[in-house]
């Protein structure tokens, strides 16, 4: 290790250590990160969001060691381009990478990866592949990248949580006594819905339709395509589905912080569960899908992180809080510096009065002029104003009666889209199988 990462690294337990007030002399552990996403989850369907049906115990359990994000806005609402911003805190109007395009993230812009490499970490990534596959640059900054497609032994949109875990134990038995930044990611609650039997039932006792228990690609393009009518019930049906493989992917949680428990390095590491977007339902017409519309069922994602010895342990932050502001807050934490690239700021965990912009921009891969922006009260998207507050579903258009906000809004969104100088698109190297995943995600036809 080069001197300067050692120094840094020892500075930096030594501030971890000094953080974890009551656990503080069990806090000797090197720092660690471990981010985990779980694609396709919206909050509003986790206990600790409020949700009545029994689909998060984990982690529920782990929200009540950690600070809990109410509001939080992913940039994009498909997997490649919100997981690109997550990790170089730029809108996805800037950082390139685009299924659409089939572009990888622009040469010269730094990851979080890269970044706490650089700082002394190791790095190392288990995901589900697909939109994350490598050619489209997110591998940058992991020193270990493993995809679960990039093996047999398992079929796209249908790897666990509980098998990146498996993935990524060997890895971190390595590490135990450095500091790491582990990225985990699963296609668990990405469509298709397949759960277990078992599971389905506890969330639906009953159901004497006539849909499957899986719920297939195949059959949510047909519903959304108006090609095949719901009847009563098949909605609710759907919805189960989705919320048994939370349940799944929650059991999945458990055995990772299990895991961290056992080699000793919970207590001492910051802990992110997040995702990537959400998941409409029905609310503006699409069922089980996601990736062309910025409502807030497809755009919010729920935010519980845990810092070293649970301090703030059950708080909760009401502010708007962007998926960009992860970056430069874990960096913040660290006692690193982010780069200048970085657009997000550090989030104040503590509750202070929140420093950062309120302007939240997103966009739609593929679609270079959609793109809605975003404040606690207003959200301006194709033309229309939403009064958040009073109309949280966004169903009526209150621009007339409301120029004010209208106006700073749209002039808001043009000046952060506007505000950089976007260097051409670098093509993503792929081979037909890469094709063949996204394909069988439903994004590529
Ligand atoms: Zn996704």
């Not at 020193?143 to 666990?160: H, K, L, R």
């Not at 009518?229 to 048994?244: K, N, T």
């Not at 000793?264 to 519309?293: N, Q």
């Not at 690239?341 to 966009?363: L, R």
Request: hydrophobic content about 40%; proline content about 7%; some cysteine.
């Amino acid at each position: 290790m080069a001197a300067s990462r050692l120094a840094f690294v020892l500075a930096t337990t030594a501030l971890l250590g000094a953080a974890c007030g009551r656990e503080g002399s069990k806090s000797q552990a090197p720092p660690a990160v471990i981010l985990v996403s779980i694609d396709s989850l919206r909050p509003d369907h986790l206990g600790s969001y409020g949700y009545p049906k029994p689909t998060s115990p984990r982690i529920d359990a782990f929200r009540r060691e950690s600070v809990l994000l109410r509001q939080v806005v992913a940039s994009a609402p498909s997997t490649l381009a919100s997981h690109a911003s997550m990790f170089t805190s730029l809108p996805i109007q800037h950082h390139g990478a685009s299924v659409a395009a089939q572009s990888a993230l622009r040469p010269g812009i730094v990851t979080l990866a890269e970044l706490l490499r650089r700082g002394g970490f190791e790095t190392a990534s288990f995901n589900g592949g697909g939109q994350l596959h490598r050619s489209f640059g997110l591998d940058r900054g992991f020193s270990v990248y493993q995809s679960a497609t990039d093996s047999s032994d398992a079929d796209i949109g249908e790897d666990t949580l509980s098998q990146q875990v498996e993935r990524a134990r060997p890895w971190l038995e390595s590490v135990r006594s450095r500091p790491f930044f582990l990225f985990l990611h699963t296609y668990e609650v990405h469509h298709p819905y397949t759960p277990s039997p078992e599971r389905l039932r506890a969330m639906e006792p009953s159901y004497s339709g006539t849909l499957p228990a899986a719920i297939s690609i195949r059959l949510l393009e047909k519903i959304n395509s108006g090609e095949h009518v719901l009847r009563p019930g098949d909605l609710e049906h759907i919805v189960a589905a989705y919320d048994a493989e939370i349940a799944s992917a929650d059991e999945g949680f458990g055995e990772l912080l299990a895991l961290l428990r056992r080699l000793g390095r919970y207590d001492s590491s910051i802990v992110v569960l997040t995702s990537d977007h959400g998941e409409a339902f029905g609310e503006h017409g699409e069922v089980g899908w996601h990736g062309d519309a910025l409502y807030d069922e497809q755009v919010r994602v729920p935010l519980i992180l845990k810092l070293p010895g649970a301090r703030l342990a059950g708080r909760a932050l009401e502010t708007q809080v962007r998926l960009i502001d992860l970056a430069p807050s874990l960096l913040s934490l660290l006692g690193l510096p982010a780069p200048e690239q970085f657009s997000g700021v550090p989030v104040d965990f503590a509750g202070g009065a929140p420093e950062h912009p309120p302007w939240c921009v997103s966009g739609i891969d593929g679609q270079p002029n959609s793109a809605a922006v975003r404040t606690e009260r207003w959200k301006w998207y194709e033309g229309r104003l939403y009064d958040l507050a009073h109309d949280p579903r966004e169903t009526r258009d209150v621009a007339k009666a409301n120029p004010e906000p209208q106006q700073a809004l749209e002039a808001r969104l043009l000046a952060i889209v506007g505000s950089r100088e976007i260097a051409p698109l670098t093509p993503a190297a792929q081979d037909g199988d890469v094709r063949d995943q996204l394909k069988a995600l439903g994004y590529v036809d």
